[in-house]
């Protein structure tokens, strides 16, 4: 079982920055790869930015290439979303996801390639 807390979220004005992270505990080693999505009100829930935990190849989504970068801790078996140039289009919840078996770089873009979620984190972007 693992276990991911989000943290970081907040109310940001639009140009401003935050830093996300996503601690894991429990059975870790198993990591593959490890995302972050997004859900804004009245929205389905998309892929933002993922990253491959050994290799650390990232992937993002056009919206946000550029202005965020994802990253990772292997040590502390945590990831972090820095963001930085927000836009209000960037307010919603923000998910960390992990993947515990191999997948192919473009299918970490997809919910369905998660195992494990997180609570979610509020990021609020006033314009």
């Known amino acids: 079982q693992v276990q991911l807390v989000e943290s970081g979220g907040g109310l940001v004005q639009a140009g401003g920055s935050l830093r996300l992270s996503c601690a894991a505990s429990?059975?870790?080693?198993?990591?593959?790869?490890m995302g972050w999505f997004r859900q804004a009100p009245g929205k389905e829930r998309e892929f933002v930015a993922a990253?491959?935990?050994?290799?650390?190849?990232?992937h993002y989504a056009d919206s946000v290439k550029g202005r965020f970068t994802i990253s990772r801790d292997n040590a502390k078996n945590t990831v972090y979303l820095q963001m930085n140039s927000l836009k209000p289009e960037d307010t919603a919840v923000y998910y960390c996801?992990?993947?515990?078996?191999?997948?192919?770089?473009?299918?970490?873009?997809?919910?369905?390639?998660?195992?494990?979620w997180g609570q979610g984190t509020q990021v609020t972007v006033s314009s």
């Open positions: 429990g059975r870790t080693f198993s990591s593959y790869a």
């Open positions: 996801a992990r993947v515990n078996r191999f997948v192919a770089g473009g299918v970490l873009r997809r919910e369905t390639a998660y195992d494990d």
């Open positions: 990253i491959n935990w050994s290799l650390a190849s990232t």
